[in-house]
């Protein structure tokens, strides 16, 4: 892992996923205000459990009314990809702003390509139990 300038061609992931991130909560927070109908969820209404991703609307809903227990407590794993997502936001803000050199991975080894493959895993499997067991 290391900071280093764009290479010429080289995608500005930074940009890129900003720009798409902005757009997509923009679109959330415009279907929210305009109180637009939400779609249901199909897994839900077919078998009556939640499904990995149950909770996340009303997760994104408690967030943008600052209530972060409730959106905790919703859908943790939602919530964890919120922040994250924000966080990565603010990096690549800054680094677009002040034309900073970019964090990228030269080369990731397999082992821990493999592992973090294992945790996301091991991470929906643990939420969607939550999911289950709290009734969402």
Known sequence: MTWRRLRPGEIDHEALWLGVSASA???????FHLALPLPGCTFHRLTGLPCPT????????????????AAAGINPLAFAVF??????????????????PRLRYESIPVRLGQMVRYAVIVAILLNWA?????GV
């Open 25 to 31: 909560l923009l679109g959330a927070w415009l279907w």
């Open 54 to 69: 149950c909770g996340a609307t009303r997760c994104l809903r408690y967030t943008f009314h600052h209530q972060w227990g």
């Open 83 to 100: 922040g994250a997502i924000g966080a990565f936001d603010i990096y690549a803000a800054i680094v677009l702003i002040f034309r900073l």
């Open 130 to 134: 939550w999911l289950i067991w709290a």
